[in-house]
T-cell receptor, first 112, second 115 residues
Framework: GESVGLHLPTLSVQEGDNSIINCAYS??????FIWYKQESGKGPQFIID?????DKRQGQRVTVLLNKTVKHLSLQIAATQPGDSAVYFC???????????FGRGTSLIVHP | ETGVTQSPTHLIKTRGQQVTLRCSSQ?????VSWYQQALGQGPQFIFQ???????GRGNFPPRFSGLQFPNYSSELNVNALELDDSALYLC??????????????FGSGTQLSVL
C-alpha cells in the first residue's frame, strides 16, 4: 500500500482564514518531503519542501511543519485566498533515492 | 510555468492499441520522471530516466516503456492498451546532483482515454 496518506480528503475554508492540510507518512527512512498544488487541468506545482533534519520551513504565506516522532507533515496556508483552491499533495522521498512518492491528496475549497 | 511541455494534451485510443507520449524537459535538467494519475488519486511513479538510462521503475508492467534522448527529452510508450490505462500521464523534469535534485517540475500532462 501507499506509505504516504492524508487525513482529510476535502477541506473547506472561508477566504482570509488560515488553512492546515495534514499528511501522515509511514516510512521513517524518508529524508525529504514536498508539498505540491494541483489546479484543475494542470500538473502539480511545487510549493515548499523540507528535509528531515528540519522541523519547520517557511515560504511566502506557507509553512511546512515536520514531526518525525509521529511521522506527520502539515502545510499551513495563511490568509487563504480563492486562488488557493486546488488539490494539495504531500510527497516523501527515501534516503538515497531521487523518486518522490505521492499521497492521495486533499482538496482545498476556499469560499469568498 | 515550469518549462516542461507534453504532447499531445489529449488522446483517445481503443483497447489493444499502442500510444507514444512525449515530453520536453526544462532547460538544464538531466532527469525525466513519468507518473500516471488516475482520477481522484495522487500521481503514481512509472519510471525515471537519468542521462538516457532508466534510473528506477515503479510497479508497472513491461508494456510501459520509455526513452530519454541526448537532449533529455523523453517518450513514454504503452503497448496493448487496457481500459484501466485511462489516466493523466505526467512528465516531470529535475536536475540530479550530488547534493540533491529531488524537486520535480511537472508538465500539464497528457489525458489518455482508452475506449
Amino acid at each position: 500500500g501507499e506509505s504516504v496518506g492524508l487525513h482529510l480528503p476535502t477541506l473547506s475554508v472561508q477566504e482570509g482564514d488560515n488553512s492546515i492540510i495534514n499528511c501522515a507518512y509511514s516510512n521513517s527512512a524518508s529524508d525529504y518531503f514536498i508539498w505540491y498544488k494541483q489546479e484543475s487541468g494542470k500538473g502539480p506545482q511545487f510549493i515548499i519542501d523540507i528535509r528531515s533534519n528540519m522541523d519547520k520551513r517557511q515560504g511566502q504565506r506557507v509553512t511546512v511543519l515536520l514531526n518525525k516522532t509521529v511521522k506527520h507533515l502539515s502545510l499551513q496556508i495563511a490568509a487563504t485566498q480563492p486562488g488557493d483552491s486546488a488539490v494539495y499533495f504531500c510527497a516523501e522521498k527515501l534516503g538515497g533515492s531521487y523518486i518522490p512518492t505521492f499521497g492521495r491528496g486533499t482538496s482545498l475549497i476556499v469560499h469568498p | 510555468e515550469t518549462g516542461v511541455t507534453q504532447s499531445p494534451t489529449h488522446l483517445i485510443k481503443t483497447r489493444g492499441q499502442q500510444v507514444t507520449l512525449r515530453c520536453s524537459s526544462q532547460s538544464g535538467h538531466n532527469t525525466v520522471s513519468w507518473y500516471q494519475q488516475a482520477l481522484g488519486q495522487g500521481p503514481q511513479f512509472i519510471f525515471q530516466y537519468y542521462r538516457e538510462e532508466e534510473n528506477g521503475r515503479g510497479n508497472f508492467p513491461p508494456r510501459f516503456s520509455g526513452l530519454q534522448f541526448p537532449n533529455y527529452s523523453s517518450e513514454l510508450n504503452v503497448n496493448a492498451l487496457e481500459l484501466d490505462d485511462s489516466a493523466l500521464y505526467l512528465c516531470a523534469s529535475s536536475l540530479q546532483h550530488r547534493q540533491g535534485g529531488e524537486k520535480l517540475f511537472f508538465g500539464s500532462g497528457t489525458q489518455l482515454s482508452v475506449l
